[in-house]
């Protein structure tokens, strides 16, 4: 109802604005006949003309995108208002069984296991919704450190692994030829969001079951370039670069269905493009998958041989479990 009711007032302002802009055109040509010996009032009747279209087009164009803009930060409070219900009251409906009726030990710890699993949802969502906030800060001054971008993607791959109960043959990683080291200089929290976001993409949106294919490779010679493929519900031609954006959710029943808060890939570019890189998405249609490429400038040599220590896993922050 919400949908068609906005769609109506984008039909009403666009009618607006060209029943406006037609109702200018008709005064001005009237003007210019009544005028059309005096040329000094001609002349300035079309200058006015001129701005009064220009104002009329201006008002709509930012009147749709306002309506647009409206829309989908009401989706995103929509699905974030989701997201953190969900756990809450899984982990709520956990305590109130343990309080009320006896379990063998056994039940327990499964309660618990499940008790942290939405806790840790939970606390992803939340981090989600600051993270987005913070990159919306300029001039973020953090110490940058050497990043092992093969051993990042390798330990977010088994945290999406854990976190869907996956299989370990469902997201495989192809390793690096010649077995060279792609290090990147960047804050490794950042990097291991982005990736982990691009993996929980390409899981939530793999309907027929999880096929995703990682891979690492150097390009033009001083990029690291990381591509992940699913065989999930692809993309229409028109949306490679809509999905990057703030809040924005593909249209569709389909797409409509798979939960999220509409931040995730507009996380991935944004620390891209603030390590230096960028990230792209490529599809061949709808259920045909989706790639998506996210592309860092590797690290400076003579900086990879003087601190080789940080590039290990070990400066990689751990999941929760």
């Keep these: 109802m919400n949908f068609s009711r906005r769609r109506g007032t984008i039909a009403f302002f666009i009618t607006l604005g060209v029943l406006l802009v037609g109702l200018a055109v008709t005064l001005q ?20 003309f001129a701005l009064l279209i220009a ?24 699905a974030v208002t989701h997201e953190l219900k969900t756990p809450i009251a899984s982990i709520r ?8 009726r006896p379990l063998d030990e056994a039940q327990r ?40 971008l093969e051993a990042l993607v390798s330990e977010c791959i ?9 299989a370990s043959d469902a997201i495989v990683l192809q390793p690096v030829s010649g077995g060279v080291h792609l290090r990147v200089m960047g804050l ?20 027929e079951g999880v096929h995703v294919r990682c891979s690492l490779a150097i390009t033009h010679y001083t990029w690291a370039t990381l591509r992940i493929t699913d065989t999930g519900v692809g993309l229409p031609p028109n949306q490679h670069k809509r999905i990057f954006r703030r809040f ?29 890189g960028d990230a ?34 070990a400066s990689i922050v751990k999941e929760r479990v």
Excluded: C
């Design 158 to 166: 088994t945290i999406t692994l854990q976190r869907h109960h996956l």
């Design 248 to 276: 924005y959710r593909v249209p569709g029943r389909t797409m409509q269905r798979i939960k999220g808060t509409g931040l995730g890939l507009f996380l991935v570019r944004s620390i891209a493009r603030q390590h230096g």
């Design 109 to 148: 710890q499964q309660f618990y296991t499940n008790m942290l699993a939405d806790s840790d949802r939970l606390l992803a969502t939340v981090e989600q919704v600051l993270k987005a906030g913070q990159l919306g800060q300029r001039h973020r001054q953090q110490s940058r450190a050497l990043i092992d």
């Design 280 to 313: 792209t998405a490529s599809s061949p249609g709808p259920n045909m998958g989706t790639t998506v490429t996210l592309t860092l400038p590797l690290a400076n040599p003579s900086t990879s041989e003087a601190q080789p220590a940080a590039s290990r896993p």
């Design 55 to 78: 104002g009329v087009v201006v008002n709509t164009v930012f009147l749709v995108r306002e309506i647009r803009r409206n829309e989908r930060q009401d989706s995103f409070l929509n």
């Design 188 to 207: 490794a929290e950042d990097l291991r969001i982005a990736v982990l976001n691009l993996l929980d993409n390409a899981v939530k949106y793999s309907l």
């Design 29 to 48: 040509v009237g003007w210019i006949v009544l005028n059309e010996r005096t040329v000094a009032l001609a002349v300035f009747g079309i200058i006015l």
């Design 93 to 100: 409906l956990y305590l109130e069984t343990l309080q009320r």
